[in-house]
Structure formats: structure tokens, C-alpha cells
């Protein structure tokens, strides 16, 4: 009898110790999970997320998203202040394919998904002397809007472009996604909304002899 049972034990003793080993023994790499950007939506061709150039005024700016705040301030009723989820999940999320158009004259199509502005604006409620839109970026960058503009349109501010987070050269956390206008009015990096009285502010470019209005179809000259 032992002579059957003693190997049997043995055999089995082993098996387990051999399978404990051989997981505990199992090394391999993680593999990185790499999101993986669409480049077709609806059945038309997209362009790829490394297809910008890069002409920002201080060059990338890589935003520390834990401390990372998006504030509306100025002539609102209730100044407000956002952490990146809270935007995210708080307002209602639209994607639509626009193409940015460069003055230097490259352009990029691209599927973009963010929240309206308009949602984000009216959380903080408009005072009546309201005029203009400003955003400020960490670099410094401002462009602004009249604000009926980001009103009455359906004006996104961006997260994601082609189903993949916006990678800290494209604008992470938030850019702005401005139709029918001008690359320049595409802020990246947006930290905050302000709500102003001042119909003659002008941006950054703007400032520069860039039309303010950013209409696609005029020059992007001030005086053309
Ligand atoms: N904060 C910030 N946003 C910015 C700029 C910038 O310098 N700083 N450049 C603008 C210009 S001129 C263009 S054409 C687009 C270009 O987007 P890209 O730099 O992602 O290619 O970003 C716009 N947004
Ligand atoms: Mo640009």
C-alpha cells in the first residue's frame, strides 16, 4: 500500500511546490499600456497627434495635474475654482473633429473631446457688465472672445484629441478648441477664465499685430 501512496504524496507535494515556484519564478517586464490614438472617425482620415509643430511662445509646459487648479474669475457672480476631474466629470462631454489651421500654414484634423465652455461660465453665473472672455495660460499666453461668442457657440475646451489625454506639448490639461478661427486662438495649457469689461484687450498675438476677431476666413492681419 505505502508503496503506491508514499510516491503519490510525493508527486503531489511537488507538482505544488513546482507550480509555487514557477509563479514566484515568472519575471517578466511589465508591459506598458500605451493609449493608442484613433486616426479614422466616421469613416474619415484623421491626422495624427504628432503631426503639430511646435512654435509655442516658452515651449512645452508640463503641468503638475495634483496641484493643478482651472479658476473663472472676474465679472462673475460666484468666482469659481475646478480641480482637472472635477472639470471632467462635472460638465457634460462632447467630441467633434476640427482642423487647427497655423498662420505659418500647416494644419492638423483632429477628433477633439472636451467640456462646452459655456457650462464651465455659467456654473459661475455672468454679471451683466460682461463683455469679454480671457484665457490665461501657464505660460503666460492670453487670447481672448467676446462673450456672447463662447455663449451662443458650442465652444470645447479640450482633454483629449484623437481618444488619447492631451500629451503636455498639445496643451495638458485643457486646450481650447477654437472653429473657425485661427491656430493663435487655440490656447494650450489654459489655467484660467476670466470674465471682463475690457472690449479692447488684445493677447498675446494680438497684441502683435494678429487680428483679434482670428476669423479663418479674413488675414490673420489686424489690418488686411
Ligand atoms: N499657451 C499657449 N497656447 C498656444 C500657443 C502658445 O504659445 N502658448 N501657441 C498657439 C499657436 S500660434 C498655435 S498655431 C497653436 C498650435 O498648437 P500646437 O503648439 O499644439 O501645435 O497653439 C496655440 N496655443
Ligand atoms: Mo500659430
Not at 9 to 28: D, E, H, N, T
Not at 130 to 149: L, M, N, Q, R
Not at 200 to 224: A, T
Amino acid at each position: 500500500m505505502n508503496k503506491i501512496v508514499v510516491p503519490i504524496i510525493f508527486l503531489v507535494v511537488a507538482s505544488i511546490a513546482g507550480v509555487i515556484f514557477s509563479v514566484k519564478g515568472i519575471r517578466r517586464e511589465p508591459v506598458e499600456l500605451k493609449p493608442v490614438e484613433i486616426r479614422e472617425y466616421e469613416g474619415s482620415p484623421l491626422s495624427s497627434i504628432k503631426d503639430f509643430r511646435e512654435n509655442s511662445i516658452k515651449g512645452p509646459q508640463y503641468v503638475d495635474i495634483g496641484s493643478y487648479k482651472l479658476k473663472v474669475t472676474g465679472l462673475v457672480k460666484r468666482e469659481k475654482t475646478f480641480k482637472y476631474d472635477e472639470v471632467i466629470k462635472r460638465f457634460k462631454n462632447y467630441k467633434k473633429v476640427l482642423t487647427l489651421y497655423c498662420v505659418e500654414g500647416w494644419a492638423v484634423n483632429i477628433l477633439w473631446e472636451g467640456v462646452l465652455v459655456r457650462d464651465i461660465i455659467l456654473e459661475a453665473g455672468v454679471k451683466d457688465d460682461a463683455k469679454t472672455v480671457i484665457f490665461h495660460a501657464v505660460d503666460g499666453y492670453t487670447t481672448s472672445f467676446p462673450i456672447e461668442y463662447i455663449m451662443d457657440n458650442d465652444i470645447l475646451l479640450a482633454y483629449k484629441m484623437n481618444d488619447v489625454i492631451l500629451p503636455p506639448e498639445r496643451g495638458f490639461p485643457f486646450q481650447r478648441v477654437a472653429e473657425d478661427e485661427w491656430g493663435y486662438k487655440w490656447i494650450k495649457w489654459v489655467k484660467e477664465i476670466e470674465v471682463s469689461d475690457n472690449v479692447n484687450y488684445k493677447g498675446y498675438w494680438e497684441s502683435r499685430g494678429f487680428s483679434n476677431e482670428g476669423d479663418l476666413d479674413k488675414s490673420f492681419l489686424e489690418n488686411q
